[in-house]
């Protein structure tokens, strides 16, 4: 079982809908991770925070908006979304820089469906 | 800019041969990773490559790491219907900050 945690594990939104992803760890990891995942692609980073600050946003459209309110929590809040974002979207946390092995560990991912 | 490239891409094999996944990567890395991802699920770490020369069995598969080649290696032995996923390798650098960065993916139909 992961010890990552995303709800919700589905999502059907309409594309004035505004909606959140959550995602949860409590590994005592201090990077997370949101990345997202078209069928039969690799996944593609969209946002890291490290100690709880955003270091990194892979140019990412502002309809997704990434929030870190403590260091075992990780929001994706969704605003006006278009139907080529319905993807796999997957969380995942690491120990960080000073990580002994930088491995990322994911959780189960949000299936979302922009109508 | 970092790149890994993965071969093959699709990869159809009977039940109990062997097979080699292999994977490139365009700069230095301290480390490797390779995921295993079933049909709408999450990606799981098989194995950590830190270091040259480094070499992970786990069950019929085994991943070995050559930095100075930049290639890593995910090999299947006797292979089985359950091993039937697709695969990932991972490369990570931190000249390019925090980031991994995954290869295309290989997708494995084991046949019996």
């Known amino acids: 079982d992961t010890e990552v945690t995303q709800t919700p594990k589905h999502l059907v939104m309409g594309m004035t809908n505004k909606k959140s992803l959550k995602c949860e760890q409590h590994m005592g990891h201090r990077a997370m991770y949101w990345y997202k995942q078209k069928a039969k692609k690799p996944p593609e980073l969209m946002f890291v925070?490290?100690?709880?600050?955003?270091?990194i946003n892979e140019s990412v459209p502002s309809r997704f908006s990434p929030e870190c309110p403590n260091s075992s929590l990780l929001n994706l809040h969704l605003h006006a979304l278009q139907p080529e974002d319905s993807a796999l979207y997957l969380c995942?946390?690491?120990?960080?820089?000073?990580?002994?092995?930088?491995?990322?560990?994911f959780g189960e991912g949000s299936r979302l469906t922009v109508l | 800019e970092l790149k890994v490239e993965q071969n093959p891409l699709f990869l159809s094999m009977q039940e109990g041969k062997n097979y080699t996944i292999y994977c490139n990567y365009s700069t230095t890395s301290d480390r490797l990773y390779w995921y295993r991802q079933d049909p709408g699920k999450s990606l799981e770490s098989l194995f950590v490559l830190l270091s040259n020369g480094a070499v992970k069995q786990e069950g019929r598969l085994m991943a070995s790491l050559d930095t100075k080649a930049r290639l890593s290696t995910l090999h299947i032995t006797a292979a089985v219907h359950d091993l039937s996923a697709t695969y990932f390798c991972?490369?990570?650098?931190?000249?390019?900050?925090?980031?991994?960065?995954f290869g295309a993916g290989t997708i494995l139909r084991v046949k019996s």
């Open positions: 991972a490369v990570y650098n931190w000249e390019y900050g925090n980031k991994l960065v």
């Open positions: 925070y490290s100690y709880e600050k955003l270091s």
């Open positions: 995942a946390s690491s120990q960080g820089r000073a990580g002994r092995t930088g491995e990322l560990f």
